[in-house]
């Protein structure tokens, strides 16, 4: 399924100001989580960054902005806001770089 500019509902299992579960010193500065009823490479479901909202969530409803796909793993995440067209692919970038900077990563969008 093409993810781009699809209204998608994310659970957040990973709130903003949480730590990994199983390395703790990785830092979830924004909220993430996955979209429910989906699948990808990695045989879990689809990952996905929120990003425009600045308290922790448990679920969210957004458009999916961008993809970013791992060059280097299987499992490509989405970019989850509602604010479309807000965003640039380096601001992005800085957004999700405290997990990315661990792949190669580029972002696709519209």
């Known amino acids: 399924m093409d993810y781009l500019s699809q209204t998608v509902k994310v659970i957040i299992d990973r709130p903003m100001c949480s ?22 490479p990695d045989g879990e479901e689809t990952d996905a960054y ?7 969530l448990k679920e ?3 458009v999916v902005v961008a993809i970013i796909h791992r060059t280097n793993d299987d499992d490509d995440k989405l970019v989850v806001t509602n604010k479309i067209n ?3 692919k380096e601001q992005i970038m800085a957004l999700v770089e405290f997990q990315e900077r661990f792949f190669d990563s580029k972002i696709i969008t519209e």
């Open 19 to 40: 730590r990994h579960p199983e390395h703790e010193n990785l830092y979830y500065p924004i909220n993430y989580g996955y979209v429910p009823h989906t699948l990808s």
């Open 86 to 88: 807000r965003y640039s």
């Open 60 to 62: 969210y409803t957004g």
């Open 50 to 56: 929120v990003i425009g909202e600045f308290v922790p």
